[in-house]
């Protein structure tokens, strides 16, 4: 042994841990099972999906005083990219961008009682009322990709109905180059009744997909 070196005792065999691994190692995975799965972060302070409903919603004023970062950002893009924003075809891209995206975001700007516009009716009926196949479209918030869908609404009116204009809004736009795929993406969301009532959610889904 060299002169100043001090070998570490050797750790006895026995010394192991319960899970079968020397001490201060990780279990791997192997024949007996999978390392066990790390614990789900804590929820507890997670809003819900609707909790920014009592934000105020975004106004004209604030488009315009937004616009100009907008720009920015997409001229940053194009920059990013390789090209030149200066360049003759690309000089009022960033503009005309930043307007479209505050176009497709245009839903920021309204709120519940701006799609109603009073449109509530007292009517003594009480059964389901559906408007289907209602075009629409969005924007991605993975990817900031339009997409385009169909949506299906079904309530039980309790005493009053509301207007079927204020369902089904005209999508007055035809995006271009979307691109069709044999493929098909479907979710449904189920609140009040039909998430508790079985047969009034069959009823439902019967409806639609007849």
């Given at each position: 042994m060299e002169k100043g070196l001090v070998r570490a005792p050797a750790k006895p065999r026995s010394a192991r841990c319960s899970n079968g691994f020397p001490e201060g190692e990780p279990p791997r995975p192997g024949p007996s099972g999978p390392a066990e799965k790390p614990p789900r972060p804590e929820t507890k302070n997670v809003q819900p999906a609707d909790g920014w409903k009592g934000e105020r919603p975004r106004s004209e004023e604030d488009n315009e005083l937004n616009l100009p970062n907008l720009e920015a950002a997409y001229s940053s893009i194009l920059r990013s990219l390789g090209e030149d924003p200066q360049r003759q075809g690309l000089l009022k891209t960033p503009w005309r961008a930043a307007t479209a995206m505050q176009f497709f975001t245009k839903g920021y700007q309204e709120t519940i009682s701006d799609v109603l516009n009073d449109a509530i009716f007292d009517e003594d009926h009480d059964e389901m009322v559906i408007v289907k196949d209602i075009d629409m479209f969005s924007m991605c918030e993975h990817h900031l990709v339009p997409f385009v869908g169909k949506v299906h609404i079904g309530y039980l009116p309790n005493k009053q109905v509301l207007g079927l204009s204020k369902l089904a809004r005209h999508m007055c736009m035809?995006?271009?180059?979307?691109?069709?795929?044999?493929?098909?993406?479907?979710?449904?969301?189920?609140?009040?009744?039909f998430r508790e009532d079985p047969k009034t959610r069959e009823e439902f889904l019967t409806l639609i997909k007849s």
């Open positions: 035809v995006m271009r180059g979307v691109q069709k795929m044999n493929s098909k993406t479907v979710t449904s969301t189920m609140l009040g009744v």
